[in-house]
């Protein structure tokens, strides 16, 4: 028996950092959503004991590095299941970019494992558990759109922004989310994106009001650090994008843009500055 899942790539329309917390995580809070740029993941039961990853990417580590092995190995420990299973990863995000790839693809490795061996784990039993692998992993079990709270794992469903096309585009280099976390310095940030007017934008379905309310308290961070997303950030705005933010802990930024006769200019456009652009649409 063989069982797919697609992984898709989540934006953040926000990301605040409130404090630094005594575990050494920060307290954040978030408004995420999920584009259809996605990985797919095929998974088959082995007779033997083990587990087996192999991708077409070759950037990739296929060993207890990756996420997804991490998640396979949770779920065989937790429930005690003694098959093994043959993992295939077929890589369309782009890695360490902040549309939390190895996240979704860890979270689409618990939802089909649980089919697979017909575990019946509910929803939420599923996001405790990769609450365990990291904080991107709860969200990307459930997808949609939803308020991230806590280290990102205390989830607050809401309802999808209004459908608009979302641009991507990544320039090359990898940025470690560790090392931008570590630089920031909570108690100095000069801004902070509002989560309740961003919310209200959404349920209102006001597009451009979304827009003007996006913002990532890590972009002072990552920005300074590497002007190339700086620039690229520069470049989308002049090219006619609507709404533009770094994503996550960067280096990819996104573009809203609500008319598709701009899509094809901007795409374009960025391709001259980075091969991994995407224009993509909303999951809603």
Not at 1 to 24: H, T, W
Not at 160 to 181: D, F, G, H, R
Request: charged share 25%; glycine share 8%; aromatic share 6%.
């Amino acid at each position: 028996m063989k069982v797919f899942e697609k992984a898709p790539a989540k934006i953040n329309l926000s990301l605040d950092v409130l404090y630094k917390r005594e575990d050494g995580f920060h307290e954040v809070e978030m408004v995420m959503t999920m584009v259809d740029l996605a990985d797919r993941i095929e998974m088959q039961e082995l007779p033997r004991d083990t587990i087996i990853i192999s991708s077409q990417a070759g950037y990739i580590p296929l060993d207890e590095k990756n996420l997804a092995f991490q998640a396979a190995r949770l779920i065989k420990e937790r429930y005690e299941v003694k098959q093994g299973v043959y993992i295939h990863l077929d890589k369309k995000i782009p890695v360490a970019a902040g549309l939390a790839g190895g996240s979704s693809d860890a979270a689409a490795t618990l939802r089909g494992l649980n089919k697979l061996w017909k575990l019946g784990i509910g929803d939420e039993e599923l996001q405790q558990l990769g609450s365990e692998l990291g904080s991107d992993v709860p969200f990307c079990v459930t997808g949609g759109t939803a308020v991230a709270r806590g280290r990102g794992e205390v989830l607050e469903p809401i309802e999808a922004p209004p459908q608009c096309w979302v641009v991507l585009a990544k320039p090359p280099i990898n940025v470690s989310t560790a090392e931008i976390y570590g630089k920031l310095r909570a108690s100095e940030i000069k801004r902070h994106p509002s989560t309740r007017l961003i919310v209200e934008a959404i349920r209102e379905k006001r597009f451009d009001a979304l827009c003007g309310e996006l913002g990532n308290v890590l972009e002072e961070v990552t920005l300074d650090l590497y002007p190339e997303v700086r620039q690229l950030k520069e470049v989308m705005i002049r090219l006619g994008a609507e709404g533009v933010l770094m994503s996550g802990s960067g280096p990819t930024v996104f573009g809203l843009v609500s008319k598709e006769a701009k899509v094809a200019r901007i795409y374009n456009g960025l391709r001259g500055f980075c091969k991994d652009v995407y224009a993509v649409r909303l999951l809603t």
